[in-house]
């Protein structure tokens, strides 16, 4: 399966959800909030590097309960940016 590259704005958009996720996780180690999630570290670093633009929906829902995030607000500040 070919995968259709990621245009610059779903590019700009994960970087941004990982940015907002680093930032929820503050001084919490990366291992522990993915642990408490049940998703691996690296998954983990991938988001919150922008490395994994579109992660799956129910990756970033339970990143945002541990984290403390509700997905409306994640939704709203993960929007497209309008032009």
Known sequence: MVRTPL???E???GERLGRL???ARG????V??????????ETLRKIETGRAPTPAFFTVAAL???LGLSMDELA?????VAV
């Open 27 to 30: 001084e919490r180690s990366m």
């Open 21 to 23: 996720l680093r930032e």
């Open 7 to 9: 245009t610059p704005e």
């Open 64 to 66: 945002a309960v541990v």
């Open 11 to 13: 590019r700009e958009r």
């Open 76 to 80: 709203v500040l993960c929007a497209p």
């Open 32 to 41: 522990e909030v993915a642990a408490a999630a049940g998703v691996s570290p």
